[in-house]
């Protein structure tokens, strides 16, 4: 069976609307594609995928906290395209196979092109709610925690569930066949980043959620974090011996030494109450998230525009109220960044300035919410043009700082605030370091230049063009539709191009 056009539009617009990941700046290629996208979709749809030979991905080491990191990557945009279309198609093959949403609540598959692939949007607050109100029945609660999960995933183990799942036999090897790629021909880990890769982790876990459930283990599960509910410490500590069995068994898997804990019920209690997401940590934040609640009706996806919020609203929510609750966040003897991370999601919904400066200048304590804050840089509504020139000037010192300088990802989320905002201008400082910058820097840089309409610097880098990696080159054509029509069309119809992504854009930028 081969990818339908409904499929290839639905997952076009997903990644337009909802971009390909949540850790990465969106592609701004995307745009291009959907404005061109029955030309895009009559080069995939009813193809044979053996023609469409994985692209090079994006690798980034991204902080989870002030110690930890992990590998996160960026697939090609036509890649991420197309593995969202065969998750769209085919993933409730997947879905009929799992579990109980009762029991299993991460990644549950319901593609909905306003909220995404996956059905709820509060399913880790509902799994530690379940997991609360079900402690109350038990004496001891086991906590396990797989180590390393997504990078521990065999791609025969994936292959396998695909078949089972009904997964065509063309569209199962594309997957593995791009899984890979990601691997450098090594069969174990899947990328850890893009939307579509939850489902297929999900289905690595079936035979292991199966076996659970047949040899009579009480659970819940979310992810990587399995909870099991015991009437006695020894059942605990047999359960545990059981579920180490079954990890190693089935896919060589072992649990992380010092999250895996026996916790006595009114303890473990404790522990649901710091896992719940939905926990403001005084009354000013409580009094903001029910004021962003009040625009979005809730939904934690939906922006929210000044246009819709009343004067009164706006003018109550000051940079000395958001202000105060970073700092208690940040004061904190351990900072709960889970929390905080999500405070910074919904702040970006509404897009209020007043983060602004405590984010900027306390940045070292916060990088473990890097991404997040330049979401909400990103985001920010109803502030002079002067002011973006103030983001923009410290946005570079960030750049110089020791805390950057060393980080490829913060430098790449801090570049790329320069490619969505005209506004924060500086652009003189970017082209000068334009020859001593590493490639994705390089990418954002020439996406800065669309941006701040530098059309005749961009035309300057037109003999280096075959020199760019893909990604820069992907960057360089959208940023050469800008230029006069005769001679864009003349260096573009010099370019040899076999992918579809490639030979849409490059079509988009001839004609805009």
């Not at 290629?29 to 994985?54: C, H, M, R």
């Not at 900027?360 to 043009?385: D, E, G, M, R, V």
């Not at 980080?407 to 500086?426: A, D, G, V």
Request: proline share 4%.
């Amino acid at each position: 069976m081969m990818l339908t056009k409904d499929s290839i539009n639905w997952a076009i617009d997903f990644i337009q609307n909802h971009s390909d990941g949540d850790l990465f700046p969106r592609i701004l290629e995307i745009n291009a594609i959907s404005s061109y996208i029955d030309d895009f979709v009559a080069l995939i749809e009813g193809k044979d995928l053996t023609q469409f030979t994985p692209g090079a991905c994006r690798r980034f080491i991204v902080p989870k906290d002030e110690i930890s990191y992990r590998q996160a990557t960026q697939l090609d945009p036509q890649d991420s395209i197309i593995l969202t279309s065969i998750i769209h198609q085919f993933g409730s093959g997947i879905e009929a196979r799992r579990l109980h949403n009762n029991i299993v609540y991460s990644y549950r598959f319901s593609p909905d092109i306003s909220h995404g692939l996956y059905s709820s949007k509060t399913a880790w607050n509902d799994f530690w709610k379940t997991a609360y109100e079900k402690s109350r029945t038990y004496e001891f609660v086991l906590y396990c925690d797989i180590a390393d999960y997504y990078n521990q995933i065999y791609h025969h183990i994936v292959e396998n569930q695909l078949h089972e799942s009904g997964f065509p036999n063309q569209e199962t090897k594309w997957i593995i066949k791009l899984l890979n790629s990601t691997t450098a021909n090594v069969s174990r880990g899947i990328p850890i980043g893009p939307h579509a890769v939850h489902l297929l982790a999900e289905a690595a876990m079936i035979p292991i959620d199966n076996s659970l459930h047949t040899q009579g283990i009480d659970f819940l599960r979310y992810a990587d974090d399995i909870l099991v509910f015991c009437d006695s410490s020894q059942s605990a500590k047999i359960a545990l011996a059981k579920i180490a069995s079954i990890l190693d068994k089935q896919q060589r898997l072992m649990l992380q030494r010092h999250k895996t804990k026996v916790y006595s019920s009114n303890d473990f209690r404790h522990l649901c109450n710091e896992m719940i997401e939905d926990r403001p940590i005084n009354k000013d934040e409580d009094k903001i998230l029910k004021l962003i609640r009040k625009y979005s009706n809730g939904d934690p996806y939906r922006t929210i525009t000044y246009s819709e919020i009343s004067k009164e609203d706006w003018e109550s929510l000051t940079d000395q109220i958001i202000g105060k609750i970073i700092r208690e966040y940040i004061d904190q003897k351990e900072v709960d960044y889970i929390r905080l991370r999500w405070f910074y999601r919904r702040l970006a919904q509404i897009g209020h300035p007043g983060a602004i400066e405590i984010s900027l200048s306390n940045i070292s304590q916060l990088s473990p919410c890097f991404a997040n804050i330049c979401a909400y840089l990103a985001s920010i509504q109803s502030i002079s043009a002067e002011q973006w020139v103030y983001i923009g000037e410290q946005l570079l010192k960030l750049l110089d700082s020791q805390e950057v300088v060393h980080n490829e990802f913060f430098r790449l989320s801090i570049l790329s605030l320069f490619t969505k905002n005209e506004y924060i201008n500086h652009f003189s400082y970017l082209v000068n370091k334009f020859p001593v910058s590493e490639p994705f820097a390089r990418r954002e840089i020439l996406l800065a230049a669309y941006q701040n309409s530098a059309y005749d610097w961009l035309r300057e880098q037109k003999e280096n063009y075959q020199s760019m990696d893909p990604w820069q080159k992907m960057a360089f054509i959208y940023g050469v539709s800008g230029l006069p029509k005769d001679e864009k069309r003349f260096f573009l119809n010099s370019l040899t191009h076999q992918r579809p992504f490639d030979s849409v854009l490059i079509k988009w930028a001839k004609n805009i």
